[in-house]
């Protein structure tokens, strides 16, 4: 089992920056990957920004450019550093960690990003 926090949203102004955190704990060792995913209200889930075990990363063509991804494994940790926010990237952002066999959610973080 391996249980995630997320932290770090708010209410930020069109152009601004947010950077998000996600904690991970207990079977840490059997992660594959790590993802970020978003829910705009009455909208899907989607996916955003990735990073593997390995260092690989995939974001989102709709955050290319503005969103990277990093991990501090000292900490447990993952980062999504938001910038140039937009309004359309107003949502809940939820972590997720990936052991290949099941998806690890934690219970989100709201972002919203004002005109």
């Known amino acids: 089992q391996v249980q995630v926090v997320e932290s770090g949203g708010g209410l930020v102004q069109a152009g601004g920056s947010l950077r998000l955190s996600c904690v991970a704990s207990g079977s840490i060792f059997s992660i594959k990957a790590m993802h970020w995913y978003r829910q705009a209200p009455g909208k899907q889930r989607e996916l955003v920004a990735r990073i593997t075990s390995g260092g690989s990363t995939s974001f989102a063509d709709s955050v290319k450019g503005r969103f990277t991804i990093s991990r501090d494994n000292a900490r447990n940790t993952v980062y999504l550093q938001m910038s140039s926010l937009k309004p359309e990237d107003t949502g809940v952002y939820y972590c997720?960690?990936?052991?290949?066999?099941?998806?690890?959610w934690g219970q989100g973080t709201q972002v919203t990003v004002s005109t």
């Open positions: 997720a960690a990936d052991d290949h066999r099941v998806l690890y």
